[in-house]
């Protein structure tokens, strides 16, 4: 058995009100694991980021390496989990190393030189695209919701509308 990954979510503001509260009820999990290898050497982040936590679920923030390490651990064997990372390239790496998701939740990811706004919370570049295009490729369903309550849009479908993928 494995951890029980009860949610996967691109944000790159990580753990803040609307993911700590209405996620967390919404998926009925235990812990939070941060996964970001740059987040993992800055301790002010790393504290910041577990007073965000909501009341009664401990959250961690690992790297990557350290998330495919537990990732198998008897200690984590059907712990419901929500893992967030800032960027594609994050998820792409876990699943390329072993970890096992079956979608992909993008909440957010900030404009900024260089990237194509596709919703008016996500933007992308060549590489976001590129890391998107493979994790679709290894059957990984990408969908964009910032709340549950929403209605799921196909990461896909959005980028080949905007002629972003061929």
């Given at each position: 058995?494995?951890?029980?990954?009860?949610?996967?979510?691109?944000?790159?503001?990580?753990?803040?009100?609307?993911?700590?509260?209405?996620?967390?009820?919404?998926?009925?999990?235990?812990?939070?694991?941060?996964?970001?290898?740059?987040?993992?050497?800055?301790?002010?982040?790393?504290f910041?980021?577990?007073?965000?936590?909501?009341?009664?679920?401990?959250?961690?923030?690992?790297?990557?390496?350290?998330?495919?390490?537990?990732?198998?651990d008897?200690?984590?064997?059907?712990?419901?989990?929500?893992?967030?990372?800032?960027t594609?390239?994050?998820?792409?790496?876990?699943?390329n190393?072993?970890?096992?998701?079956?979608?992909?939740?993008?909440?957010?990811?900030?404009?900024?030189?260089?990237?194509?706004?596709?919703t008016?919370?996500?933007?992308?570049?060549?590489?976001?695209?590129?890391?998107?295009?493979?994790?679709?490729?290894s059957?990984?369903e990408?969908?964009?919701?910032?709340?549950?309550?929403?209605?799921?849009?196909?990461?896909?479908?959005?980028?080949?509308?905007e002629?972003?993928?061929?």
């Amino acid at each position: 058995m494995v951890m029980d990954i009860k949610l996967a979510r691109i944000d790159d503001r990580l753990i803040h009100g609307q993911v700590a509260t209405v996620w967390s009820k919404a998926t009925g999990i235990e812990r939070i694991l941060v996964v970001s290898d740059d987040v993992a050497k800055d301790e002010l982040r790393k504290f910041l980021l577990k007073q965000a936590a909501p009341p009664g679920i401990k959250s961690n923030v690992v790297t990557k390496k350290k998330l495919v390490e537990v990732y198998h651990d008897q200690l984590f064997d059907g712990m419901k989990v929500m893992l967030l990372f800032a960027t594609p390239k994050d998820v792409l790496a876990i699943v390329n190393a072993g970890v096992k998701l079956d979608s992909v939740n993008i909440g957010g990811m900030r404009f900024s030189p260089g990237k194509k706004m596709i919703t008016n919370f996500i933007s992308v570049d060549g590489e976001d695209v590129a890391d998107f295009e493979q994790l679709h490729q290894s059957g990984i369903e990408l969908e964009i919701r910032q709340v549950p309550n929403d209605r799921k849009n196909n990461l896909i479908s959005l980028m080949q509308k905007e002629k972003m993928l061929n």
